[in-house]
Nanobody, 115 residues
């Protein structure tokens, strides 16, 4: 299983980004996909997840109302739309899938929120 994130960058407070994570090596539509983020000062923290058929989504309290997770199973891709960005959203964002009891992670994409 391979996961490749993209879409990060430098953005001003209040701005938006859309992160993408493309998966290969698994039957993508079967699996819940999860986004996490990590800063140098904190442990990796849960951000959002979406079920295989997109019927269920879940968000960390800190991002509810600003982040939206979605997926396109035809493209083996999960997205994270991030709006109203705050400096505290600065982190490396990772996607994860659990396949066969093992967690697979991408390499991450850096989001920096700064004026």
């Amino acid at each position: 299983v391979q996961l490749v994130e993209s879409g990060g960058g430098l953005v001003q407070p209040g701005g938006s980004l859309r992160l993408s994570c493309v998966a290969s090596g698994c039957t993508f539509s079967r699996y819940t996909m999860t986004w996490y983020r990590q800063t140098p000062r904190k442990e990796r923290e849960f951000v959002a997840r979406i079920s295989g058929d997109s019927s269920l989504t879940d968000y960390a309290d800190s991002v509810k109302g600003r982040f939206t997770v979605s997926r396109d199973n035809a493209k083996n891709t999960v997205y994270l739309q991030i709006d109203s960005l705050k400096p505290e959203d600065t982190a490396v964002y990772y996607c994860k899938v659990n396949n066969g009891g093992f967690d697979y992670w991408g390499q991450g994409t850096q989001v920096t929120v700064s004026s």
